[in-house]
């Protein structure tokens, strides 16, 4: 597992290697780099909202295939997972930036803590003097800080799910089932978080705290831009979001014939 986190680890202490080269000042490192690392991953996010508002799509559709065949569950799930490709409609997909985040967080973790087998030669003695900079309030960035980014990482993970989940809500029986365990990881997580940053380096802790909060309004923005783009679908303007799946769609509905003809000279 260490091994795999590595891979993730080696890059991010290069990146992390560059910018404080640049800015000296490790504390402001780790911000630059976090605004960085989320930038890279901010098409998964415009593409998660994207997914959402097909759902608007879905769910009319899902409230008439569950009333048609609500006593035949074999037949719901197959008609489900017709109307899913269809509409190429993933539900799971709103999870996908939790997913790539997570081997980032721990690659990060790593190299945190070891950061003499992740840091470029090069860059090996002055990293391991930058980050144990204080930053703030924090003495050592190194070291963790037992309350207040902890709790500053908590409020601001509670307030990142409860976005995330409002917006990618699941249709449908297993939908609700779905939102019921998403309840409660949104309350479990966020104390998670607190209770493991009152142990991992500060800086971890800071990457976490300003990643949520570029989450945040991130997530703001987009919601923004959903419902301009819901506007102009509605006035006949916004067609254009899903041309690219009306395309693929198309295509699966109308495959190309087999040229019969033989080569051409």
Not at 178 to 184: D, Q, R
Not at 202 to 212: E, Q, R, T
Not at 218 to 246: C, H, I, N, P, Y
């Amino acid at each position: 597992m260490n091994s795999f986190f590595g891979l993730f680890a080696k890059p991010l202490g290069y990146l992390l290697a560059g910018i404080y080269s640049v800015i000296g000042d490790y504390g402001i490192t780790l911000i630059i780099f976090t605004v960085i690392v989320k930038l890279c991953l901010f098409p998964l996010y415009a593409n998660q909202i994207k997914n959402s508002m097909k759902m608007a799509n879905v769910q009319p559709k899902m409230k008439e295939i569950q009333r048609k065949y609500a006593n035949d569950k074999e037949e719901l799930q197959k008609q489900t997972m017709a109307l899913y490709k269809e509409e190429n409609f993933n539900p799971m997909r709103g999870c996908l930036p939790m997913l790539i985040q997570m081997p980032i967080l721990f690659g990060l973790f790593m190299l945190l803590r070891r950061p003499a087998v992740y840091l470029p030669e090069s860059q090996i003695d002055n990293m391991i003097f930058a980050v144990h900079e204080s930053f703030l309030w924090v003495q050592d960035l190194a070291q963790p800080d037992l309350w207040i980014l902890p709790i500053a990482c908590g409020i601001t993970t509670f307030i990142s799910f409860s976005m995330t989940q409002s917006q990618n809500a699941m249709p449908g029986a297993s939908g609700n089932q779905m939102a019921g365990m998403m309840k409660m990881m949104k309350y479990f997580f966020p104390v998670m978080i607190v209770w493991m940053g009152r142990t991992f380096p500060a800086g971890l802790a800071v990457y976490w705290f300003i990643g949520n909060l570029f989450t945040v309004g991130q997530t703001q923005a987009l919601k923004v831009w959903r419902k301009k783009l819901e506007a102009m679908k509605a006035e006949g303007k916004g067609g254009a979001l899903f041309k690219s799946d009306a395309k693929k769609a198309a295509k699966k509905a109308n495959p190309p014939k087999n040229d019969t003809r033989g080569p051409r000279l």
